[in-house]
């Protein structure tokens, strides 16, 4: 039961990568950065909790932190920066570098690393979860990439465009 729930933990902190790899897939990236950027998020998501764990809720209540703004903020930016992109006709070199990957990566996981405060209390078997947290979100990172490309290439510069909106106001949820 301790793994059907780890699966179900995992499946809903992938969704925020999932969904935000679609509107980065409408990017047309390459066969290799797909591969890149799902790995990224799949080691952040294996080391997140971890890091996590080893915090502890006492030192989260010290910092009076809200890593929602700085996730807001980070896909704002990229949202601008692909609506921009967009209409130049060319993507935008830091976004699909792999810079811009690692930051990709950190913005879908800070919630792991929150989830990863309460680990012990889901499961005695924290590499597992970690494990468990990787494969899922590299999967779904994965295919949302694919998925992503897939309409990029159906509807064109359109789907770039409104992903990057999407990706603004998301943003925005974020902050607000």
């Known amino acids: 039961m301790e793994i059907i729930a780890l699966f179900i933990i995992a499946i809903s902190l992938s969704m925020d990568a999932f969904s935000l790899s679609l509107i980065y897939g409408t990017g047309k990236i390459n066969n290799k950065d797909k591969l890149l950027l799902s ?10 909790p971890l890091i996590g764990l080893l915090i502890g809720n006492i030192i989260i209540k010290k910092i ?23 209409f130049k006709g060319k993507k935008e070199t830091f976004l699909y570098s792999t810079y811009g990957f690692l930051i990709f990566g950190l913005s879908v996981s800070i919630d792991s690393l929150t989830t990863g405060i309460g680990l012990m209390g889901i499961t005695s078997l924290p590499l597992v979860a970690s494990i468990i947290f990787a494969l899922t979100s590299f999967s779904f990172t994965y ?21 990057g909106i999407i990706l603004i106001l998301v943003g925005l949820f974020y902050i607000f």
């Not at 790995?39 to 997140?48: A, K, L, Q, R």
């Not at 009076?64 to 967009?86: D, H, Y």
């Open 64 to 86: 009076n932190f809200n890593p929602n703004i700085v996730v807001g903020i980070i896909l704002s930016l990229i949202g601008l920066e692909m609506i921009i992109s967009s």
């Open 39 to 48: 790995i990224i998020v799949g080691t952040y998501h294996f080391i997140m």
């Open 143 to 163: 295919l949302g990439l694919n998925i992503g490309n897939f309409i990029s290439i159906k509807y064109g510069n359109i789907a770039t465009i409104i992903g």
